[in-house]
Nanobody, 127 residues
Framework: QVRLAESGGGLVQAGDSLRLSCAAS????????VGWFRQAPGKEREFVAA????????AYVSSVKGRFTISRDNPENTASLQMNSLKPEDTAVYYC????????????????????WGQGTQVTVSS
């Protein structure tokens, strides 16, 4: 069991930055890939970014490349999503998720492959 708790959301203006954090507890965090997903009102939840258990690999949805950076600190059992140059279309509830390391056919963006999820944190970007 891995328990995840997001923090760092808020209301910002377009162009501002936010840093989301994901604190993990329970089983060995360093054996798990971590992903960030988001769900905007009236839309399906979508993949945003992910980082592999060994920190070597990262992935991003095209709409956030160059603006968002995912990172993790395994000894501290945390993961972060630095979001720069925020846009109104980034408004959503952001979720942290984790899955045990391994091969997954759908890659990092496969939501069903993530077993553990946080409660989410709201990010609102005003224009």
């Amino acid at each position: 069991q891995v328990r995840l708790a997001e923090s760092g959301g808020g209301l910002v203006q377009a162009g501002d930055s936010l840093r989301l954090s994901c604190a993990a507890s329970g089983r060995t965090f360093s054996d798990h890939d971590v992903g960030w997903f988001r769900q905007a009102p009236g839309k399906e939840r979508e993949f945003v970014a992910a980082i592999g258990w060994n920190v070597r690999n990262t992935a991003y949805v095209s709409s956030v490349k160059g603006r968002f950076t995912i990172s993790r600190d395994n000894p501290e059992n945390t993961a972060s999503l630095q979001m720069n140059s925020l846009k109104p279309e980034d408004t959503a509830v952001y979720y942290c998720a984790a899955r045990f390391r391994g091969y997954y056919a759908g890659g990092y963006s496969a939501q069903d492959s993530y077993r553990y999820w946080g409660q989410g944190t709201q990010v609102t970007v005003s224009s």
